[in-house]
């Protein structure tokens, strides 16, 4: 890797690129889920590029392109993918698998911003980004709607599934991994948090207030949001505290995690949380297959492609076409746009298919309008 500054003018104290990502990722210190991030899309570059035998400031136009492929197939695939490993283990690799197109542009997105503030910092003469020239498509990570979602009457058949109760002479540890596993779903649906805010949420984070429960959650920048509590939340709450054991509403200022491991102390993980989560997606379409065979095989491929962050799309899409308000809508989802919340009303789009349907060939009659 460079070991020098790129320009006689820098504004940073470092002798690399990596100590130059360095000081970029440091002003992201307060904010430890974005630092995460975007730390690990700035080591997955300045590993494609050392092995490329490239710097940051050799960095042009056309790698961008390469790049861009290269996250959508990492290869040689036994020395860029592997599973969960700690970050010094001898078998750890930067990534589980491919990066969806999303995962791609929102690399792309965080590499962008990494470059302009080098550029500003005086270590970098160029950002290659600013010469993309479909970059507005490239880099703009909202899409026109969502489509990562559970359609209701799949949902509807996963939540019943989640709750068949366990065999009867299932074991003290089946019924706990029964209850917890039907908090995590019923969380996720009903609250709209990312997984990293479910790791994180704290039996303290549920508060009565004006005889109201809330959810407190600090989310993407560190920002404070509080959330209302529904009576199925409260209830499913009620029942996982009973299976560790615990009085029905949390104390203010009671400690413990809300998810915790088979010992029911100690806090599950993000990647705990999201394997667990993952495996009970696989284990759901391996049901379902075997209920329903051919019939299902639409729905059965959606339950497997499914990833933890589809159940936050599918409680905000749910809420909207139950008739959830824009603005109380936007509050769940703690967006900062409208227009990234109003990604969630697929109200147009069922009144274009119910118009579009009156419009037909000669000889059949017309679908009502």
């Known amino acids: 890797m460079p070991s020098r500054p790129h320009t006689g003018h820098t504004h940073i104290a470092a002798q690399s690129d990596a100590e130059a ?6 002003e992201y210190r307060d904010s430890p889920r974005t630092l995460r991030a975007y730390r690990r899309e700035a080591e ?4 494609w590029l050392e092995r490329e035998g490239h710097g940051l400031a050799e960095l042009r136009r056309h790698d961008l392109d390469a790049y861009e492929a290269f996250l959508a197939s990492p290869t040689p695939r036994e020395h860029w993918v592997g599973p969960p490993r700690p970050r010094h283990a001898p078998d750890w690799r930067p990534f589980r698998g491919p990066l969806s197109p999303s995962s791609r542009r929102q690399s792309l997105v965080i590499l962008q911003g990494m470059f302009a503030w080098l550029v500003e910092a005086g270590w970098l003469t160029h ?10 498509r490239r ?3 909202r899409q026109t709607g969502i489509e990562r979602y559970l359609e209701r009457p799949l949902w509807e058949w996963l939540w019943q599934w989640l709750n068949e109760p366990p065999a009867q002479d299932a074991s003290l540890r089946e019924h706990y991994l029964h209850q917890r596993r039907r908090l995590i779903f019923g969380f996720a649906y009903l609250l709209a948090p990312r997984i990293g805010e479910m790791a994180a949420a704290e039996m303290s984070d549920f508060f009565l207030r004006e005889r109201r429960w809330w959810w407190r959650v600090v989310g993407k920048g560190d920002k404070l949001a509080r959330i209302p509590v529904p009576p199925d939340m409260l209830e499913l709450l009620e029942q996982w505290r009973a299976t560790l054991g615990l009085s029905p509403h949390p104390r203010p200022g009671e400690a413990g995690a809300l998810l915790r491991g088979l010992d029911g102390q100690r806090r599950l993980g993000d990647n705990q949380l999201y394997r667990l989560i993952r495996g009970t997606f696989q284990d759901a379409a391996d049901a379902l297959q075997a209920e329903a065979g051919e019939v299902a095989a639409a729905q059965v491929a959606r339950l497997r492609a499914a990833t933890p962050h589809w159940l936050r799309h599918t409680s905000l899409t749910h809420q909207a076409q139950a008739g959830v308000e824009l603005r109380y809508l936007a509050s769940t989802a703690r967006h900062a746009r409208l227009d990234t919340t109003a990604q969630y009303l697929h109200s147009e789009d069922e009144e274009w298919h119910r118009q579009q349907a009156a419009h037909g060939l000669p000889g059949r009659a017309p679908e009502p309008v």
């Open 21 to 26: 990502v360095a000081r970029w990722l440091a």
């Open 44 to 47: 997955r570059l300045l590993l």
């Open 127 to 136: 950002n290659p980004f600013r010469l993309m020239r479909d970059k507005r």
């Open 139 to 141: 880099l703009d990570n």
